[in-house]
């Protein structure tokens, strides 16, 4: 649409070394936008179109002055988390990342446009309870506390002082390639395989029964980025909440068929663990796969956040919802979830994370 090419095209990707803004930050270059990338980790990418900032968000007057030297950011995307020990604890942290950062940018560049907010499936209350399903994003809220409430209702409440307006998407299950990045269950399920092949055994869904058969949806990165792009770009999408996932839905057991078949390996149903405590041991096994296959130097720990496989596999309830509101929009992009892990799978072989068998 003429709007979105007239775009002046700068944009700072918060989070930009987890699971969501690494594939963000690559779709914004790749479609010719500057982009500031700004997170705790230092980034290897070097690229003309890219500056990263390595800065702690929580402290408020070094995000200040980090992103003081940026005066043309016109769209910022808010990929970034903190983990705590408790839900009040997530809340106030993960605001603080919020407030912090966009009062950051909004100092430093007057012109700011948008701003792009990543929420999830937990605004359903999807990962404590079943829920209505498909899901609607007008659907009543559930009980907090819920930090994706308290973020978007800061970024409403302060759009009527400001000039910018914002967005917000909801996906669920984010698939890609990562590293020390907690939810990434394809990952999970890629990395356990492969532990189960090393081991002479066959594959087993490690979660509950009822949940390897209960329905469930995922949200491919590459997907995710575009989507967010379409949102900040279209002006219709301003102060609106939409879903986004591949456009279609599976079951675990069928899922992890299909990984036995990329992995050479039978697939004989159920075996319910608790991957944190099978896996607990397993460290030195995989040491020992990195040293017989010349695989890159990574932790077992580092590819594969056991807990969050803990956690999904143990879901027995449907987990869907609508993306009619996003399709409406004009954003229509979609992808088999078994080609998304197929992609996966290969990617992982390709930066040698896992093996080719």
Not at 80 to 93: D, I, N, P
Request: glycine content about 6%; some cysteine.
């Amino acid at each position: 649409m003429e709007w979105r090419r007239q775009v002046s095209k700068t944009a700072i990707v918060i989070g930009s070394e987890g699971l969501i803004g690494t594939y963000l930050r690559d779709e914004l270059i790749a479609e010719g936008w500057n982009v500031i990338g700004i997170a705790r980790r230092a980034s290897t990418l070097e690229h003309a179109q890219y500056t990263h900032v390595s800065v702690d968000l929580l402290d408020r007057e070094a995000t200040f002055s980090a992103l003081a030297p940026f005066k043309d950011i016109t769209h910022a995307y808010f990929a970034g988390f903190t983990w705590r020990e408790t839900k009040v604890a997530e809340l106030e942290a993960n605001v603080a990342l919020l407030v912090n950062s966009i009062e950051a940018v909004e100092a430093a560049s007057p012109g700011l446009e948008h701003v792009c907010l990543f929420e999830g499936g937990k605004w359903y209350g999807c990962h404590v309870h079943a829920f209505k399903t498909p899901a609607y994003e007008d659907d009543l809220r559930v009980m907090p506390p819920l930090f994706y409430y308290d973020q978007q209702d800061y970024l409403s409440d302060r759009q009527a002082d400001v000039s910018w307006t914002w967005s917000a998407l909801r996906p669920e299950g984010v698939g890609g390639v990562s590293v020390s990045t907690p939810h990434n269950f394809v990952q999970v399920a890629l990395i356990y395989a492969v532990i189960c092949k090393e081991l002479g055994l066959p594959l087993r869904f490690p979660g509950h029964p009822e949940c390897r058969d209960a329905l469930y949806e995922m949200t491919d990165a590459r997907l995710l980025a575009r989507s967010a792009i379409h949102v900040s770009t279209t002006p219709e999408c301003a102060s609106e909440a939409y879903n986004v996932t591949n456009g279609d839905a599976f079951r675990w057991g069928h899922m992890f068929g299909y990984i036995a078949n990329l992995m050479k390996m039978d697939y004989i149903g159920t075996q319910t663990m608790k991957l944190t405590e099978m896996m607990a041991d397993k460290g030195p096994l995989w040491e020992r796969i990195v040293a017989e296959y010349d695989l890159a130097p990574f932790r077992l720990d580092e590819l594969a956040f056991w807990e969050a496989g803990d956690g999904i596999f143990s879901q027995d309830w449907d987990n869907v919802r609508s993306i009619i509101k996003l399709r409406k929009t004009g954003f229509n992009d979609c992808i088999d979830s078994r080609d998304m892990v197929s992609d996966i799978h290969e990617e992982m072989i390709r930066r040698r994370m896992i093996p080719r068998y």
